[in-house]
């Protein structure tokens, strides 16, 4: 059960919406304004599930990708080829 997260292109309100299955046809609108209007957002992880081979830990990689706005790159430990 995937839960999604929402901002209002309105009010810019950030929601979530929990999808039940894939097949379900869901009717959205802002908790807030009750606009139609809205785009999908790539939700934050906040928690770490533990170590990687030797103890390393994920990092975070932050960098400007347009003028006026950052991206960031999460990479996690893992084995390598």
Known sequence: MPIFEFRCLE?????EKLFVNSNEEVDIDCPECH????ERVVSRASHVMGSGPGGSRPTVTEKSCAPGNK???LDLPG???
């Not at 009010?11 to 929601?15: E, I, P, T």
């Not at 606009?35 to 809205?38: D, H, Q």
């Open 11 to 15: 009010c810019s309100h950030v929601f």
């Open 35 to 38: 606009s139609r209007s809205f």
């Open 71 to 73: 991206c960031m790159t």
């Open 79 to 81: 084995p390598t080829k």
